[in-house]
């Protein structure tokens, strides 16, 4: 059984930096490309970023483009989401996803974690 | 980017009920739709993909059809488990991989 368990939330003041993680188990870690996933609370879903399986292909929305660093650690079967400069409205629900594939590039997500929640907040 | 427009928001419906819902892409994605079907506190969960082809797992009563710019999802008898927020998302070229911004089914 595919299992994505999201850490590293919290209150961050803006301007901030944090660091989310997510541990993968119940398949093959390294031959999956992997996603990041935001909801903002009560809104829809938002496409943050996505790594190749090899970590060498990454992909960001055009808001987080800069601040935001994805990547990935294949022996520890870990992704990551290096967030800085952090704004109100990064704010959100935080998910890792597997993808169907190993590209990053027309996939969908097939399994998600319970999410991790980002507050940034004076 | 290509924008996803879904309708309605909301759907009042009673069990048993069929139901469909829509979904718009601002240009043609061919097939490249998913479908995901979301309940209060949880994650979302893949439903359908390819425009038509049902997740693992996935009750046979959940169908989808559609490509180029108009898709639909499908319940064919609506169980109390199915009260849930569904997305339609994009994955056509290239990123953004964007999504619908959601019909809620409800009671």
């Known amino acids: 059984e595919v299992q994505l368990l999201e850490s590293g939330g919290g209150l961050v003041q803006p301007g901030g930096s944090l660091r989310l993680s997510c541990a993968a188990s119940?398949?093959?870690?390294?031959?999956?490309?992997m996603t990041w996933i935001r909801q903002a609370p009560g809104k829809g879903l938002e496409w943050v970023s996505g790594?190749?399986?090899?970590?060498?292909?990454?992909y960001y929305v055009d808001s987080v483009a800069g601040r935001f660093t994805i990547s990935r650690d294949n022996s520890e079967n870990r992704l990551y989401l290096q967030m800085n400069s952090l704004r109100a409205e990064d704010s959100a629900i935080y998910y890792c996803?597997?993808?169907?594939?190993?590209?990053?590039?027309?996939?969908?997500?097939?399994?998600w974690g319970q999410g991790t929640l980002i507050t940034v907040s004076s | 980017e290509i924008v996803m427009t879904q309708s309605p928001a909301t759907l009042s419906v009673s069990p048993g009920e069929r139901v469909t819902l829509s979904c718009r892409a601002s240009?043609?994605?061919?097939?490249?739709l998913a479908w995901y079907q979301q309940k209060p506190g949880q994650a979302p969960r893949l439903l359908l993909y390819?425009?038509?082809s049902r997740a693992t797992d996935v009750p046979a009563r959940f169908s989808a059809s559609g490509s180029g710019t108009e898709f639909t999802l499908t319940i064919s008898s609506l169980q109390s488990e199915d009260f849930a927020v569904y997305y339609c998302?994009?994955?056509?070229?290239?990123?953004?991989?964007?999504f619908g911004q959601g019909t809620k089914v409800e009671i």
């Open positions: 119940g398949f093959t870690f390294s031959t999956y490309a």
């Open positions: 390819g425009a038509s």
């Open positions: 998302q994009q994955y056509d070229n290239r990123p953004p991989w964007t």
């Open positions: 790594l190749s399986a090899g970590g060498d292909a990454t």
């Open positions: 240009q043609s994605i061919s097939t490249k």
């Open positions: 996803a597997k993808n169907s594939g190993t590209i990053a590039l027309r996939e969908v997500f097939d399994s």
